[in-house]
Every structure is written in structure tokens, then in C-alpha cells.
């Protein structure tokens, strides 16, 4: 049977070539996994997270460390792993 042939023909570099990806793939999951532990430690406690804050109009923003109390009931708190301001943010 020539399928047979033509899928014997290229199924190791098949595999090969998807492998690669999965094994990036799982190792980006795993990490993400160990970002969620971090998460976890931090349930029901007061946070300190480095924060660009806006004192006023006009005023340059300014990189402090803020204290985040835990979430009320119907408040979640979400982490950020990168961030950016619009451009309306500077008018």
C-alpha cells in the first residue's frame, strides 16, 4: 500500500517536529502553575506589589511599593504580569 510508504516516509520527523512544541508548551504551563502557587501563599493576606502611582494632573507617575488588603467579599484580586498605558493616560 503506497499510503502506508508515504506516512512511514515522514512520521519521525513528524513527531519530532510536534514534540518540540509540546515540550515548550508543558514547560511554559509548568511555569505558569508555579505563578499560581505564588497566588495561593498569598490567599486572605495583605500584599505589597511596586505600583506607578498618579498623585495628581500633570504630575509625572511615580514607581512606589503600595500595600493591597485582601479582597471583601465580591472582590477578587487579580494578578498582573505586565502592563501598559494608553496613550490617552498622559492628557
Not at 488588603?69 to 472582590?75: S, V
Request: with cysteine; glycine share 4%; hydrophobic share 40%.
Amino acid at each position: 500500500d503506497h499510503s502506508y510508504y508515504f506516512i512511514a516516509s515522514f512520521i519521525e520527523d513528524h513527531v519530532s517536529f510536534h514534540g518540540k512544541r509540546l515540550r515548550k508548551k508543558q514547560a511554559e504551563v509548568l511555569a505558569m502553575a508555579s505563578q499560581l502557587k505564588d497566588v495561593e501563599d498569598t490567599v486572605g493576606k495583605v500584599i505589597t506589589c511596586k505600583a506607578m502611582v498618579a498623585r495628581g494632573p500633570k504630575v509625572p507617575l511615580a514607581t512606589e511599593v503600595v500595600t493591597v488588603d485582601p479582597p471583601r467579599e465580591g472582590e477578587v484580586r487579580v494578578k498582573v504580569i505586565a502592563n501598559a498605558p494608553c496613550h490617552t493616560d498622559i492628557y
